[in-house]
């Protein structure tokens, strides 16, 4: 049995140590990764955070007073429409403007390694930066959908791969226009009800609206909290699990407490799978906690830690690094044509319905 690995004492608040008898041999996890015949990865905003991108619970700057789980709901977005836009304006500004890293380089050319059967990747992440890393459409699952999607508020309308910066005029992202647009709108709980007589913060006629329903606000296309995972999406995440047994399930810089993505982790348990978590803090392992000696924990920076861990099978990543353009409308993924088709039937749908 492995003596425990980690042994966390913050002096500041004096915590009981937290210990983990998870293995942090580099070694042994290699031997794990080239024996293992089906790998499954959970990604969480730590793969991005080298890239500059705020981690979900640490989307700070200038979003600091507000609290980024309470904006990614229906919602905020009902109360004040021009608030959340602002956000996720703020956040697609600041992906267009990132590079991917080595640890979303490394994912891909792991991907490539492993093959279609042999690795999928599940991604938290709506940053576009694991497709700007050419990693395998079909080996890369977006639970939570893209930064890059619009969408109507009221009609099925969607547009898909929309890369424009700003995405609408009256959503121009400069520092100086935003700040003071923050601090004329209400305080940050202007969430609460308490708040629905504060001014808009964008009035509704400046916002971007449905050009297919006409009358329908355009919102961000990701799945907010209590909305429900795209369902093409979790359909072939679920076709792929029932393909084969798990035997090794990487959690990359996530807390795994959202759900249902942070329950894949205990699928992949149930499965007899081996855990091997990449954080930068081992404090906080959400569903990937309880790590046992046979797991593994990797403590440090994602866009560091993937190219050392995954080394042994991608080899040297110098090669592959190479951005794929950002291209309006661009189709980055295989079978989203089909979902683009679906979408579209949808939408024709609800005009033949509509009075
Ligand atoms: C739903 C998109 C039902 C938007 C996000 C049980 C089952 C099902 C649902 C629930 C359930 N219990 C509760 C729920 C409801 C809810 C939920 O899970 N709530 C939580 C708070 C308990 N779930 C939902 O609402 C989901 N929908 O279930 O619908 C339904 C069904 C049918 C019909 C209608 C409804 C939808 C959830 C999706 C929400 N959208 N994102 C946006 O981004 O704005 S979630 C968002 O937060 C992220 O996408 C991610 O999923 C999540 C957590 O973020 P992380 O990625 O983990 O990032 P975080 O900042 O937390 O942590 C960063 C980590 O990285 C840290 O560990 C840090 O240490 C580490 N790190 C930092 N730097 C580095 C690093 N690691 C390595 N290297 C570094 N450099
Ligand atoms: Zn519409």
Redesign the pocket.
Same mark, same amino acid.
């Given at each position: 049995m492995s003596s425990p690995t980690s042994i966390h004492q913050s002096p500041r608040h004096q915590q009981p140590p937290t210990r983990s008898w998870a293995s942090t041999s580099v070694s042994d996890f290699q031997a794990v990764l080239k024996s293992s015949k089906r790998v499954l990865a959970l990604? @969480?905003?730590?793969?991005s955070? $080298?890239s500059g991108l705020e981690? =979900?619970?640490?989307?700070g700057g200038m979003w600091r007073d507000y609290e980024? $789980?309470a904006?990614?709901t229906p919602e905020a977005f009902e109360k004040d429409p021009g608030l959340v836009w602002l =956000?996720?304006a703020y956040?697609r500004h600041k992906a267009l403007n990132a590079k991917p890293n080595m640890?979303h380089y490394a994912l891909a050319e792991l991907a490539r390694a492993k093959g279609e059967e042999g690795f999928m990747c599940l991604s938290?992440? #709506?940053d576009g930066l694991s497709q700007r890393a050419n990693h395998p459409p079909a080996q890369l699952k977006l639970?939570? $959908?893209s930064l890059f999607d619009i969408k109507c508020f009221s009609c099925p309308y969607i547009e898909k791969d929309n890369f424009s910066d700003p995405v609408h005029p009256s959503l121009l992202i400069d520092e100086a226009s935003i700040t003071a647009r923050l601090s004329a709108a209400s305080t940050p709980i202007s969430l609460s009800s308490a708040s629905a007589s504060k001014p808009p913060t964008i009035p509704l006629d400046e916002l971007p609206h449905c050009p297919a329903c006409k009358t329908g606000l355009l919102r &961000?296309g !990701? !799945?907010? =909290? %209590?909305? $429900?995972?795209p369902k093409q999406t979790l359909a072939e995440v679920n076709q792929w699990i029932g393909r084969g047994l798990i035997d090794l399930c990487l959690m #990359? %810089?996530?807390?795994?407490? !959202?759900? &249902?993505?942070? %329950?894949y982790v205990q699928v992949a348990r149930m499965e007899g799978a081996r855990i091997a978590v990449?954080?930068?803090?081992s404090r906080?392992?959400?569903a990937a906690g309880g790590l046992r000696s046979v797991d593994f924990l990797f403590e @440090?920076?994602?866009?560091r !830690?993937l190219p050392d861990i995954l080394g042994g099978v991608v080899g040297e990543l110098e090669g592959f690094v190479g951005e794929v353009a950002m291209v309006n409308g661009a189709r980055t993924g295989e079978g989203e044509g089909v979902e683009e088709e679906e979408e579209m039937d949808e939408v024709q749908k609800y005009f033949a319905a509509s009075p």
């Open positions: 990604c @969480g905003a730590g793969l955070a $080298s981690t =979900f619970r640490g989307a980024a $789980s904006l990614a =956000f996720y956040r640890g938290q992440n #709506i639970l939570h $959908s &961000p !990701v !799945v907010w =909290f %209590g909305e $429900s995972l #990359i %810089g996530t807390t795994a407490q !959202v759900y &249902p993505a942070a %329950g990449v954080n930068m803090d906080e392992l959400g @440090g920076d994602a866009a !830690v």
